[in-house]
């Protein structure tokens, strides 16, 4: 009987070790922390915010706007967790022409007096194939939003002369301009209209990673 007594405590004290080494083992392994999302801001200097809409049916009217800012994070080296934010100054619209930019200001297309603000949301950037991406985002002029998808294509990763990281990107979708409460229009002699319905925006943006 103590023989067997003995036994039981000797099995009962290796379990305990055995489990105590588990343990201490285990406090031992490092957690993998998540990468952290790195800042981007865009360089207004080297980025652009461009439309076109068909004119007269023949033709094209360029426009930018001369004022915005862009920011973006991601924490994958292929930007495929991206999420980018824009912001656009309505009155910072020109298309080279006084008295066509001071019609598009008005309230017959973006009312810049009302709503100064163009703002882009994006929810997702979405690697298709090589440099290729999709964006998804919401669109808001005036006071309406609505979601629309870019085509993206990424330009690559460089450090500049002065040490700085830029990315660069090109996307371009075309919208409904009436969709937003663009309406304004008129019809030519043949019955053409004299502004498109379509509208084509190409951005050009360069990023700056943050230090």
Same mark, same amino acid.
């Given at each position: 009987?103590?023989?067997?007594?003995?036994?039981?405590?000797?099995?009962?004290?290796?379990?305990?070790?055995?489990?105590?080494?588990?343990?201490?083992?285990?406090?031992?392994?490092?957690?993998?922390?998540?990468?952290?999302?790195?800042?981007?801001?865009?360089?207004?200097?080297?980025?652009?915010?461009?439309?076109?809409?068909?004119?007269?049916?023949?033709?094209?009217?360029?426009?930018?706007?001369?004022?915005f800012e862009g920011s973006m994070e991601a924490s994958a080296p292929d930007f495929s967790?991206?999420?980018?934010?824009?912001?656009?100054?309505?009155?910072? !619209? #020109?298309? /080279?022409?006084?008295? =066509? +930019?001071?019609?598009? &200001?008005?309230?017959?297309?973006?009312?810049?007096?009302?709503?100064?603000?163009?703002?882009?949301?994006?929810?997702?950037?979405?690697?298709?194939?090589?440099?290729?991406?999709? !964006? #998804?985002? /919401?669109?808001?002029? =005036? +006071?309406?939003?609505? &979601?629309?998808?870019?085509?993206?294509?990424?330009?690559?990763?460089?450090?500049?002369?002065?040490?700085?990281?830029?990315?660069?990107?090109?996307?371009?979708?075309?919208?409904s301009r009436k969709e937003y409460k663009l309406l304004w229009n008129t019809l030519t002699?043949?019955?053409?209209?004299?502004?498109?319905?379509?509208?084509?925006?190409?951005?050009?943006?360069?990023?700056?990673?943050?230090?």
């Amino acid at each position: 009987m103590k023989k067997t007594t003995s036994i039981l405590f000797a099995a009962m004290m290796l379990v305990t070790a055995l489990g105590t080494q588990t343990i201490a083992t285990a406090k031992k392994i490092p957690v993998k922390a998540a990468a952290a999302a790195a800042k981007w801001t865009s360089d207004p200097a080297h980025s652009s915010i461009k439309f076109t809409v068909p004119h007269l049916m023949v033709s094209e009217v360029e426009g930018r706007f001369k004022s915005f800012e862009g920011s973006m994070e991601a924490s994958a080296p292929d930007f495929s967790d991206a999420k980018i934010s824009y912001t656009v100054d309505v009155p910072s !619209l #020109t298309t /080279d022409n006084d008295m =066509r +930019d001071k019609h598009l &200001k008005s309230d017959d297309f973006f009312n810049a007096e009302k709503f100064p603000k163009m703002t882009f949301n994006g929810a997702s950037l979405k690697k298709q194939k090589g440099n290729n991406y999709e !964006l #998804t985002g /919401d669109l808001t002029i =005036r +006071d309406v939003t609505k &979601k629309v998808k870019f085509a993206v294509t990424y330009g690559g990763t460089v450090v500049d002369p002065y040490g700085n990281t830029k990315a660069g990107f090109k996307a371009t979708a075309k919208i409904s301009r009436k969709e937003y409460k663009l309406l304004w229009n008129t019809l030519t002699e043949a019955g053409g209209a004299v502004v498109g319905d379509e509208v084509t925006i190409i951005l050009n943006l360069e990023f700056a990673k943050q230090k």
